[in-house]
């Protein structure tokens, strides 16, 4: 570290702490905010319950014909699981000519002509899922008939065995023989529950045919044994096909065309004592994501036959839908096990009449088959509600008065179903109600750790300094009370969360009370645009608690940043005015400075403008319509290939040359250093292999290419970078030292980025002798020594942003390089206008924090994404990821931690670069004031002015103390951030719109500022290597000179 070493560390160990005492408080929140349903560790047995019509003798029995707690209807099933089978898909209409259909349209007419021809054997129902729609907890809802809560969709990626009493584990345990075939899935959730299994890699969306292919290939051959007596074959064709393509491409037709010919194939091979059951997991959106709880999302298909089913008319009513939970007890009924312990569905109670029973017997079944099924729900209630929890007592009084209607009433046989009905549709109703109930003394404590550590974070930005070299002590303290308050949460098994989190946010309180001379005497002094900016920041904390906020956020953001960035033009331009006029009228001024700051606030309204493109639409968005930005390359028609991939290697290009081009106008690329030499050509190979890998996909044979080749390139990108990160961190100097008596050709385009003076002792020899007999070199780039090595970090990381967000999105990330390079152009001519020495001008005032703050979430938004689940880029995960490496078998691997951490990368890669590049919010003005000196006034024209960043070297306590303030203060803008957030989803929990809006936007906010955080330290840790280095080196020249 340069300089003090103990001082650099301090600050470095100082900004972690203060960090993680805000994440503490934003994770006790999250405990008591986000909770999880409490399992009920039982499981459901054959002698559970005997009702007079079950057996004969009274007595239940676990023959596997005569069934558990009835008479089994059906001796077998086959279950066809199409992914993503969105009901419309299924719908065939007679109108709609063939040339005017859309791809998804008309595809599946099977189902049609068997409800024409088989009307009495077959049923066609929308499926209703809950959400969240992701394929894992549909599963486990399709499974156990119990309720998902918001917060499982974050176990999408790692499958974890399901324990809880569920369908499968109870066929098995009353001899039901298992077959199961395609996804993978599967033997995540239920390991060793099959008695046969074709399993296939399911994670690889981009692989339309792998897994269908084998089921195809297996499931006649099952089909044809007799050893199963549930057979589950399950597709992913349809699935991959709308992430990759979307609905509406002809991929997805040819895919739908081939599920009809397997459905039909299945069907003709039915037998009589066999129910076929054709579902989908949950829909797509029209972009072809899920996740979320759309319409488009939630609503699948469900298709029913069997040869021996009997729906007489007059009897079975119309069905406008089924809960996908239903199909729990109407599978264990029909097949004849017991209904799982925990399962709420409602058991579909006309498909238990078969062709062998009269209409007086199937009346019979199916009162006996709801009363079982209300029996067993009213025993996993009160389970429930002995282990603790508690119901509303208003419901909770109308089921019991339910249950008593029915056992001292003499009811008509229909007047018992509807009873029974209801009864099911509100014991549903009720738990979905307490299972969003939330730990409110939780959600309270870790609301006041985090402003109470807010608190702290902003003494630190005001604090006098010299808190890093006078008053040491303090910062110690604080690190000891984090070290403290992390060790509280070691008792945690002793003491409640609520009550360690009360007594750390008392030690950071009692600690704020003790120091109080460091901020009690602070006065502020605010200008009017000060004012301005705190007006702007309140809109964008408050406007957390509006729902309308939220979902037009993205507008919102892009008017505060251009409001921004305007204030400190126009600040600049007045400055210049006043001093130039005296304060007196009006003078319109082509000084530079000013000119380059107005064009560069014009560039600015352009690249917010045009970032618009790339916007996604929210669901609650009805005017906005998608763009083709989102869709992959190898999702649009083939003829629109070409111009997709050459109108964004221009911005590749871009994105490539504009930093290279600043690094050679710098000098910061001569010389055959080895950091400078992975400088120059490692982001020039890292396009390359982009381009390559986009040609690989635009090619036509990519479809017939396999995994191997698809994955290399970007691995070799990822290679390339890493390896370029850890020299540049290694070796950080990109500077070059020239001899005054070499001749060596120099490209360096600016002057005045020449530093031959070093240290006030360099100069006064420079000054006494003559440059050969000094043997002072010329420096190349030390003007800019600092922010060059930051700039070749940030640009790698971008070709890895580029990499894994796709084509589409390069231009928007070439819009946001753009609108950043803007908004420090108008940061430091402001700076150099407003400031009366360079000691402030060193100085990251709160309109250079807060613009930088808003362009990181105007870039969420300017790379495709938004506060939702659905709004998720699913096809970064296998970006350079071959499916089924890495290991196997339940919960996280290595596959599929680098797909979650690409997916993490994608979403928050705005979040991730504007952290690493903060410390160019205190460089730039220094840089630029060097590079371009017709910036800066004439006022500023000493030696101190021409060292550019250097002089951040020759002042490294005011250094430290401007990183100090630059990163808190940023931290602290988000962590506000996110504070507010999670006070808008508290206060609003009890919104129509809290679990679709508020809470998704809480957890986007908090994964962002964790995500700011770590790029903010290693960024920091990063400034204070190439400081210290930088020391190091002009140290051993001035001992050599």
Known sequence: MWGPGWSSCLLFILVLCLSELVTVGLLIFSHGFLLTR?????????????????????????????????????????????????????????????????????????????????????????????????????????????????????????????????????????????????????????????????????????????????????????????????????????????????????????????????IENVV????????????????????????????????????????????????????????????????????????????????????????????????????????????????YLDAYKDRGNIYPEDLWQKLKSLNKTVSETKLSPREQKRIFTEYLVLAKVMCQEIWVKFNVAEILSGLFLMFTALLLLLVFIICPSTLLTEKISVVRGVILLTLIVNLLFVFSSYFTLTFLSCVASCLIVAWLIKHRQLYAKTKFVLSAPHYIRLLLMAVLFLGSFSNSYVVMENHVVAFILLSLVSVEAITAYMSQHNKGAGGKGFKFSMNPGIVSCWLAMCMMLVCVRCSTWFWKCREEQYWCIPGQVHIPLTGLPPDAHNVRYFTSLPSLGLLIWLPRRWLLTCGNLNGTRFGVLLTRYTPLACGVLVAAYWALQAATAVYNIGIKE??????????????????????????????????????????????????????????????????????????????????????????????????????????????????????????WRTSHNVEAISEPGLQRVCSWFVLSLHGFYTTGHQPTFPSLHWGAAFVGVRVGEGGSGVGWNMNTAASAFLVGLNTYSSHLVFGLALPLVLLAPLALGVIA???????????????????????????????????????????????????????????????????????????????TCASVIIGLGFTLRVLGVLTSWSEQLLRRS
């Open 268 to 379: 003709n091979m039915i037998e009589r004592d066999t129910l076929l059951l054709v579902l989908g997991d949950h829909g797509m959106t029209p972009t072809g994501d899920h996740g979320g709880d759309s319409s488009y999302e939630v609503t699948s298909a469900l298709f029913l036959y069997s040869p021996a089913l009997a729906l007489f008319p007059h009897t079975t009513p119309a069905l406008q839908s089924m809960a996908q939970v239903d199909l729990v007890p109407t599978l264990a009924l029909a097949l004849g096990v017991p209904v799982p312990y925990s399962s709420l569905g409602k058991v579909l109670e006309h498909i238990l009449v078969t062709t062998d029973v009269t209409e007086d017997e199937g009346d019979a079944r199916q009162i006996q088959a709801l009363a079982l099924n209300v029996k067993q729900v009213q025993r």
């Open 38 to 262: 409490q399992v009920v560790p039982f499981s459901s047995t054959c002698h559970d319950f005997k009702l007079k019509n079950n057996i004969q003798d009274g007595s239940a029995s676990a023959d596997n014909d005569a069934g558990c707690w009835m008479p089994p209807a059906f001796n077998r099933s086959v279950i066809l699981i199409v992914d993503a089978l969105r009901y419309d898909f299924t719908i065939y209409n007679h109108s709609l000519k063939d040339e005017d259909a859309l791809p998804y349209q008309n595809k599946m007419p099977v189902f049609d002509s068997m409800l024409r021809s088989h009307a009495r054997q077959s049923l066609l129902v929308p499926f209703v899922a809950d959400a969240p729609t992701t394929t894992m907890q549909r599963l486990k809802g399709l499974t156990t008939g119990s309720l998902p809560t918001f917060i499982d969709a974050s176990h999408n990626f790692a499958s974890e065995e399901i324990t809880e009493d569920n369908i499968i584990d109870q066929l098995v345990r009353n001899g039901k023989q298992i077959t199961v075939l395609g996804d993978d899935t599967w033997a995540s959730l239920f390991p060793h529950r099959f008695t046969r299994s074709h399993l296939f890699p399911s994670f690889d969306v981009m692989d339309l045919h792998t897994v269908d292919r084998g089921v195809k290939k297996h499931l006649a051959e099952e089909l044809g044994k007799g050893e199963w007596k549930v057979l589950i074959a399950h597709f992913l064709g349809v699935d991959h096909c709308g992430h990759r393509y979307g609905p509406t491409h002809p991929e997805m037709e040819a895919k739908l065309k081939e599920m009809n010919q397997v």
């Open 710 to 831: 698809q994955v290399m390139l970007p691995r070799l990108l990822f290679l390339a970078s890493i390896i370029h990160l850890t020299a540049v961190f290694a070796l950080p100097l990109l500077i070059y030292e020239l001899h005054p008596s070499s001749k060596a050709t120099v490209h360096c385009n600016s002057p005045t980025a020449l530093i031959p003076q070093l240290y006030r002792r360099l100069k006064e020899k420079y000054n006494g002798q003559n440059m050969q007999s000094a043997n002072i070199p010329v420096v190349y780039g030390l003007a800019t020594g600092v922010s060059a090595p930051l700039v070749a970090v940030v640009i790698t990381v971008l070709m890895v942003v580029v990499v894994v967000a796709g084509d589409g999105l390069t231009g928007a990330l070439l819009l946001l390089f753009l609108s950043a390079a803007a908004s420090l152009l108008v940061q430091a001519v402001s700076a």
């Open 933 to 1011: 000196p017709k910036l800066r006034p004439t006022r500023f024209e000493g030696d101190e002015t021409r060292h550019g960043e250097f002089t951040l070297v020759e002042k490294p306590d005011q250094t430290r103390s401007s990183l100090l303030s630059l990163s808190l203060s940023y931290i602290l803008l988000h962590a506000a951030k996110v504070f507010f957030s999670a006070m808008a989803a508290f206060i609003l929990r009890r919104h129509l719109m809290v679990w679709k809006i508020f809470a998704p936007h809480f957890i986007f906010e908090a994964v962002g500022f964790l995500v």
